[in-house]
């Protein structure tokens, strides 16, 4: 099985300036803005701008480079919202994949909530 990009996918929009976000920070391999829709005082979206599907796609075949890219800039978007565990309140980091994880953006997307208490991770179904 390979993965499917689909190009046509918002946050692909977002990365070829065809839709407007609010930008928190970008890099060379990184993009991160406010989501649209916030479930929390702080909800960020940190996506690659590599063509990756999902968290598992992104892990297995993005380049080291772009991973640390990628991690580094969460880290750091954590610092600045002053959610990060050491200054701040703490927060949760999440991704969602597919038809079970509920996915409806095909771009790979952590989502950074924080500034209340989130309650449970899941909902018991
Ligand atoms: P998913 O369910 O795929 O994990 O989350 C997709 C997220 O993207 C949702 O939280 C939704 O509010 C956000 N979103 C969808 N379209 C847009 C958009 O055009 N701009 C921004 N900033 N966020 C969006």
Redesign the pocket.
């Known amino acids: 099985m390979a993965y499917v990009y689909d190009d046509q996918n918002?946050f692909a929009r977002?990365l070829r300036g065809e839709?407007p976000?609010k930008t928190v920070r970008e890099t060379p391999h990184t993009l991160a803005?406010?989501?649209?829709?916030p479930q929390a005082p702080v909800h960020v979206?940190v996506i690659p701008k590599g063509r990756y599907v999902t968290f598992d796609h992104f892990a297995l075949e993005a380049s080291p480079e772009e991973i640390a890219d990628f991690t580094r800039t969460a880290g750091e978007i954590c610092r600045e919202l002053e959610i990060a565990s050491d200054i701040g309140q703490g927060y949760r980091a999440i991704s969602?994949a597919g038809a079970h994880g509920?996915?409806?953006?095909p771009h790979y997307?952590m989502?950074i909530l924080g500034g209340r208490v989130l309650g449970r991770l899941v909902e018991k179904p």
């Open positions: 918002i977002i839709i976000n803005f406010h989501d649209i829709h979206l969602n509920l996915q409806e953006v997307h989502h």
